[in-house]
């Protein structure tokens, strides 16, 4: 898109080529603008509420905006709308405004028709569609209505919490009246779903929006039913890569970190699940994003199990507020892995067969009906696998690039499959009542002590089954495994208060 600078009535104002003369000769891509005449809002303008609701709270591209053009244009005249630079050049360095990226690595450029030169993008966020440098953004800076809910039935939960879980949902409902900072520490099991109910239904009573941010689809899948029927009035939001365009803004928000680039000033309250898990705690680009879509005075909550040593310093420094959670929700310790030797399991798995001790333990485990997640280190392993699978009833396989993903996550959800074969990508965020864990490869790199840590927390979530087993098979123990055992063992013992 290119554009044109008019005056009109003293007032600076941009106008796209769709809506003037081709040959206009101001034309030129927004790169070439050196600053963007923002306007005054006009409060007796009528605005369009199909398009406030789509784009409220949201850092689009104009190709993502299914409006006319002329529609945007007069809005953008009226002060409701701005539009943004997608790509910045200070000092010859680029930064993406959607994303965050400086990295100049992450930066190309190709032969653009609107810039008629070389044009730069980044390769970053290429996934959410090309921001480059003639590529505005587009907001809603206009004013926002009044979101508060009326009526006794906001949250329709009638559980009930542990002592433990009360002092951290009072402590929630109290940082987002005074928005701070808060993390919340909890055991795999502890309900981390629950404390939050009572401090979302203060937040959505006074009209803020939540956003519940997490790395993976898996998670947000999984937690969605779960506040739908937790929140029947509120129209919960599902956000994640595939999942139905969002047309108008909600007071509760479901999302993974990376389809946080689409938003700006979008939230009141921010609470990161996971926050310790790959990709987000690894890429800053997803930290960015979480950033950007916070409101000026958002109240900050993140949920883990397995804390980093960076949140950990903050901590230790009296930076970050921390409450603890030491127990399950049903009081029940958390399981601890036993260690068993299967030989080289590497040899066994390219041959496209599971060594003899992990056969055993899956036979025994079928026998008694039990279901099973089997993790395996990577997706090549658990391709070669497939020769062994083919033939069992009620065994089938999982990784990030299936395209059948969600849908046998929730077959395993609902008992129709045994066994689900799966690398890492499941270590957290599912949540099925009554199985039982083995982890083949256990001495492989790519299982930290966090991660072995997590699929044990995968055992035992259930007060009819608070028991199970876990079992890390390997070809040699790692520190990794002894230090996931130990703690675990720990964290069976500890008090309320944290041990830093």
């Given amino acids: 898109m290119r554009f044109a600078t008019f005056s009109q009535k003293n007032q600076d104002y941009l106008c796209p080529e769709p809506l003037i003369q081709s040959t206009h000769p101001s034309l030129q891509p927004i790169s070439q603008i050196n600053a963007l005449p923002l306007q005054p809002l006009n409060s007796n303008y009528s605005y369009n509420k199909p398009l406030r609701e789509f784009l409220v709270g949201r850092h689009l591209l104009l190709d993502e905006l299914p409006f006319p053009i002329h529609l945007i244009q007069e809005h953008y005249q009226q002060g409701f709308i701005t539009f943004e630079k997608g790509i910045t050049n200070k000092g010859n360095r680029y930064s993406c405004e959607r994303c965050g990226n400086d990295a100049q690595d992450l930066f190309a450029a190709f032969h653009c028709y609107r810039c008629k030169n070389e044009c730069t993008y980044c390769r970053n966020c290429i996934m959410m569609g090309r921001v480059s440098q003639c590529t505005p953004l587009i907001r809603w800076i206009g004013p926002d209505e009044d979101n508060r809910m009326t009526g006794d039935k906001v949250l329709n939960w009638k559980g009930e919490l542990s002592s433990l879980q009360k002092q951290a949902s009072k402590r929630i409902t109290e940082v987002i009246d005074v928005p701070q900072e808060l993390l919340i520490w909890a055991v795999c099991g502890a309900g981390k779903t629950e404390i939050l109910f009572e401090g979302i239904e203060q937040a959505v009573r006074q009209g803020k929006r939540v956003c519940l941010a997490t790395p993976r689809t898996d998670v947000v899948t999984e937690l969605t039913p779960r506040f739908e029927k937790a929140f029947p009035s509120l129209d919960v939001h599902a956000v994640y890569g595939g999942s139905h365009p969002v047309e108008k803004p909600s007071l509760l928000t479901l999302s993974t970190t990376h389809q946080l680039f689409r938003y700006k000033n979008a939230f009141d309250v921010m609470i990161v699940d996971e926050v310790d898990a790959f990709p987000y705690s690894f890429d800053p680009a997803l930290q960015f994003a979480v950033e950007k879509a916070c409101s000026e005075h958002a109240s900050r909550i993140y949920l883990t199990a397995t804390p980093s040593k960076s949140m950990l310093k903050e901590v230790r420094r009296g930076e970050l507020e921390v409450i603890h959670i030491s127990r399950r929700f049903h009081g029940y310790p958390l399981p601890v892995p036993r260690f068993m030797w299967c030989g080289n399991w590497q040899k066994s798995i390219k041959k496209g067969r599971l060594p003899r001790a992990v056969s055993t333990w899956i036979n025994e485990k079928m026998k008694h009906r039990r279901q099973c997640f089997l993790f395996v280190p990577t997706v090549q392993n658990l391709l070669e696998l497939s020769e062994w699978m083919k033939d069992r009833k009620g065994v089938e396989s999982v990784h990030a690039g299936d395209p059948e993903r969600l849908e046998k996550v929730q077959r395993f959800r609902k008992g129709e499959i045994s066994l ?69 063992e720990a964290q069976n013992k500890r008090t309320s208060e944290p041990q830093l």
């Fill in 420 to 488: 689900l074969i799966t690398t890492t990508i499941l270590e957290r965020g599912v949540t099925v009542p009554e199985i039982d864990v083995a982890v083949v490869g256990s001495d492989h790199e790519v299982f930290t002590t966090n991660a072995l840590m997590q699929i044990a927390g995968r055992v035992g979530r259930s007060i009819q089954d608070p028991y199970g087993e876990v079992v890390y098979f390997h070809y040699g123990k790692t520190k990794a495994m002894g230090d996931a055992k130990r703690t675990i």
